[in-house]
Nanobody, 123 residues
Framework: QVQLVESGGGVVQAGGSLRLSCAAS????????MGWFRQTPGKEREFVGG????????LYADSVKGRITISRDNAQNTVYLQMNSLKPDDTAVYYC????????????????WGQGTQVIVSP
C-alpha cells in the first residue's frame, strides 16, 4: 500500500512556473514507477509524464514536452513535476500515481493515486 499526497498547486500567471511535489508514504517509493496526470471538468484524465523507478528514464506528453521536467528523490520518497512557461490550457487538477509495473500513458498501469492538487493559470 502506498499513500500519495500532492502539493504545490496554486494560481500562477501565464508564462510562470510551478513545482508540484508528490510525497509517498507506506511502501518505499523507489519500488514504483511514477506518473503525473491532469484532469479538467468533463474531460478524461490525461497523461502528463512519467519517471522510472531509478529516475533514469522519463517520458513526457507531446502537449507539455519542453516545458516540464519530472524528477524524483527516492531518499525523500518524493517525485516532482516542474512546469515552466505555463499556459491557461495547463489549468487542471494534477495527480500523481504509482505503478508497480512501468510508467507510461495508460491509466491502468497505475495502482495508487493521490487526491490531486489544483493548478490555475490565469491569462
Amino acid at each position: 500500500q502506498v499513500q500519495l499526497v500532492e502539493s504545490g498547486g496554486g494560481v500562477v500567471q501565464a508564462g510562470g512556473s510551478l513545482r508540484l511535489s508528490c510525497a509517498a508514504s507506506g511502501r518505499t517509493a523507489s519500488n514504483y514507477a511514477m506518473g503525473w496526470f491532469r484532469q479538467t471538468p468533463g474531460k478524461e484524465r490525461e497523461f502528463v509524464g512519467g519517471i522510472s523507478r531509478s529516475g533514469g528514464n522519463t517520458l513526457y506528453a507531446d502537449s507539455v514536452k519542453g516545458r516540464i521536467t519530472i524528477s524524483r528523490d527516492n531518499a525523500q520518497n518524493t517525485v516532482y513535476l516542474q512546469m515552466n512557461s505555463l499556459k491557461p490550457d495547463d489549468t487542471a487538477v494534477y495527480y500523481c500515481a504509482a505503478s508497480g509495473v512501468t510508467m507510461g500513458p495508460r491509466r491502468d498501469l497505475y495502482r495508487y493515486w493521490g487526491q490531486g492538487t489544483q493548478v490555475i493559470v490565469s491569462p
